[in-house]
């Protein structure tokens, strides 16, 4: 009984990390785009007709968005942390997963 405890506990906590890093991996996606989409929409929307251009840019970046960018950068510090620390993150959810695969693993063993 102990050990499919153990088993069950163990094997949710690993579904649970395997969660937390699809969601990590979302974020870090999002926050490179986010980072760098502007470069990117600067390219396809040079091919555009205006008009697609208003519709697209209405859907991908509200207008408070386009304000932000005046900013010349002053978020890029933090949008290299924050990649940093979702990297960090992503690494450390691995080695949590390997660690609960490896218990899993001996328990069965």
């Not at 968005?65 to 690494?91: M, N, P, Y």
């Amino acid at each position: 009984m102990v050990r499919n405890q153990r088993r069950r506990h163990v094997a949710e906590m690993l579904e649970d990390e395997r969660g937390r890093e699809v969601t990590l991996a979302e974020r870090l996606e999002e926050v490179i785009a986010d980072a760098d989409g502007s470069m990117l929409d600067d390219q396809v929307f040079g091919r555009l007709d205006p008009e697609d251009v208003a519709i697209v840019r209405d859907v991908l970046l509200p207008s408070s968005v386009f304000e932000a960018e005046d900013d010349d950068g002053a978020d890029s510090d933090w949008t290299d942390e924050e990649i940093a620390r979702l990297q960090d993150e992503i690494v450390d959810s691995r080695r949590r997963q390997l660690a609960f695969e490896r218990y899993l693993d001996a328990l069965d063993s």
